[in-house]
T-cell receptor, first 113, second 111 residues
Framework: EPEVTQTPSHQVTQMGQEVILRCVPI?????FYWYRQILGQKVEFLVS????????KSEIFDDQFSVERPDGSNFTLKIRSTKLEDSAMYFC???????????FGPGTRLTVL | RKEVEQDPGPFNVPEGATVAFNCTYS??????FFWYRQDCRKEPKLLMS???SGNEDGRFTAQLNRASQYISLLIRDSKLSDSATYLC????????????FGAGTRLTVKP
């Protein structure tokens, strides 16, 4: 069964450093998403991406965040200058169509020291 | 009012019990509804979509009441493996890509 994959599984970084989280969505999916989940809290929407551009972003997704689809398979989330409060699990998801079921990757645990 | 609200639990039930979870949502124009389950430190996994007519998948039954803006999940004959956090998920109509998650209801099934 096809699945969303994410790398790395765990990223530790120093405050102020840039990080890039990587995702490979399911191959025939057209919509891509990033979510985050701070430990013990709910899953929060960050951004959605379709047709090589951001289609929607939340108030969390500020200028420190960016997304990119550099080739036909990868979908990345970059955080330019990490803050302590960016420590969370970051989930990538993809779906075939609008409002369709979203399938989640296993997540990247980001720890900012 | 929160966009998606769930009773956080925890629900502690014996094996074989029937347990029901409720969820309310604030946007009356929302159109897509889902139940996901999340195991500790794992990704959310789709349990089932929720349709207006209600739907059943084995031991799981989901219901939608649009008038009351209320979604439910019923688990019959609960198993130890059902222990997880159950997430109610609703799409935002003003942005079709934007799914909003409830905080989840924690279920523990005990022998």
């Amino acid at each position: 069964e096809p699945e969303v994959t994410q790398t790395p599984s765990h990223q530790v970084t120093q405050m102020g450093q840039e990080v890039i989280l990587r995702c490979v969505p399911i191959s025939n999916h057209l919509y891509f998403y990033w979510y985050r989940q701070i430990l013990g809290q709910k899953v929060e929407f960050l951004v959605s991406f379709y047709n090589n551009e951001i289609s929607e972003k939340s108030e969390i997704f500020d200028d420190q965040f960016s997304v990119e689809r550099p080739d036909g398979s990868n979908f990345t989330l970059k955080i330019r200058s990490t803050k302590l409060e960016d420590s969370a699990m970051y989930f990538c998801a993809s779906s075939v169509a609008l409002r369709d079921t979203q399938y989640f990757g296993p997540g990247t645990r980001l720890t900012v020291l | 009012r929160k966009e998606v609200e769930q009773d956080p639990g925890p629900f502690n039930v014996p094996e074989g019990a029937t347990v029901a979870f409720n969820c309310t949502y604030s946007n009356s124009a929302s159109q897509s509804f889902f139940w996901y389950r999340q195991d500790c430190r794992k990704e959310p996994k789709l349990l089932m979509s929720v349709y207006s007519s209600g739907n059943e998948d084995g031991r799981f039954t989901a219901q939608l009441n649009r008038a009351s803006q209320y979604i439910s999940l019923l688990i019959r004959d609960s198993k130890l493996s059902d222990s997880a956090t159950y997430l109610c998920v609703v799409n935002r109509v003003d942005n079709n890509n934007d799914m909003r998650f409830g905080a989840g209801t924690r279920l523990t099934v005990k022998p």
